[in-house]
Nanobody
Framework: QGRLVESGGGSVQAGGSLRLSCEFS????????LGWFRQTPGKEREMVAI?????????DSVKGRFTISQADAKITKITLYLQMNSLKPEDTAMYYC??????????????????WGQGTQVTVSS
């Protein structure tokens, strides 16, 4: 069973940058798609960026500002990153990393992500 732990959230002014990290431990060598999602109170969780077998996918509002990347897998750990530049107040949310098992040739839907971290808060002030 996988375990994910996020870090790197915080408060920043509009136009600033943050880098989120996520450690996916107990990595068994199986193939996974990894993603970043975010949620604000009263709203559904939404996809921010996904890295999968076919490439990467971003929600339109973050394209050109956010970059998802993945460190080389170790025996038992994968590290996932989300570099966020030119942050806007509307990016304020709890950010979660998640993992979906298997090989996906298209971006996996949110329902395919079965392993979730506890989240890290990102607050962008105007």
């Amino acid at each position: 069973q996988g375990r994910l732990v996020e870090s790197g959230g915080g408060s920043v002014q509009a136009g600033g940058s943050l880098r989120l990290s996520c450690e996916f431990s107990e990595y068994t060598g199986s193939r996974y798609s990894l993603g970043w999602f975010r949620q604000t109170p009263g709203k559904e969780r939404e996809m921010v960026a996904i890295i999968y077998s076919g490439g990467t996918n971003y929600r339109d509002s973050v394209k050109g500002r956010f970059t998802i990347s993945q460190a080389d897998a170790k025996i038992t750990k994968i590290t996932l990153y989300l570099q966020m530049n030119s942050l806007k107040p509307e990016d304020t949310a709890m950010y979660y990393c998640a993992a979906a098992s298997g090989i996906w040739l298209y971006p996996p839907p949110i329902g395919a992500f079965v392993y979730w971290g506890q989240g890290t808060q990102v607050t962008v002030s105007s």
